[in-house]
């Protein structure tokens, strides 16, 4: 079975303070992906990031990056100089090859809150 | 235009009434799913299409089905709905990439309260 967890499900920050969002994943496929989604307060899910099990090079994009420690099972997201835009909620997500259908298991989500 | 459209965009209902979701999308993708969103509880898969002639359960399927009309076009049945059924319900799609690990692409998501 497959499991996300995201320990944090609440966070909250003042606008420029860098934020770190956790998540540890469990699996037994050696073949895996993980994303993050953002949702935010209108509701829709936005896709952030994949990354796959073989790839273990952390990853920027902007304000945005990614730390994946497969030694931990973790896949960390860290938004530097955060702003009120970012306030949302964050999901991180599994899926494994031999997961029917490609299902994605999420973790609970962390809710962001950043304050001007 | 959204690539991903969900009607309606909210609904609101009482137990024991059939509703239907719809799912349309621009994005050429041959893999549709239905997931819901509970607090606290990300989102659970309901059911699942590869292609139109290819429908599969996923986590939660009780009390659901589905219709896949189109390539395009997916849709999620509430038979007769229960409060428990009360969810932010969202479609997806994919495209085939290999045998995991497709980038799954959201709907707005549909607000449905079963009274």
Known sequence: ?116 | DADVTQTPRNRITKTGKRIMLECSQTKGHDRMYWYRQDPGLGLRLIYYSFDVKDINKGEISDGYSVSRQAQAKFSLSLESAIPNQTALYFCATSDLQGSAGDTQYFGPGTRLTVL
């Open chain 1, 1 to 116: 079975a497959q499991k996300v967890t995201q320990a944090q499900t609440e966070i909250s920050v003042v606008e420029k303070e860098d934020v770190t969002l956790d998540c540890v994943y469990e699996t037994r496929d050696t073949t895996y992906y993980l994303f993050w989604y953002k949702q935010p307060p209108s509701g829709e899910l936005v896709f952030l990031i994949r990354r796959n099990s073989f790839d273990e090079q952390n990853e920027i994009s902007g304000r945005y990056s990614w730390n994946f420690q497969k030694s931990t099972s973790s896949f960390n997201f860290t938004i530097t100089a955060s702003q009120v835009v970012d306030s949302a909620v964050y999901f991180c997500a599994l899926s494994g090859v031999n997961n029917a259908g490609n299902m994605l298991t999420f973790g609970g989500g962390t809710r962001l809150m950043v304050k001007p």
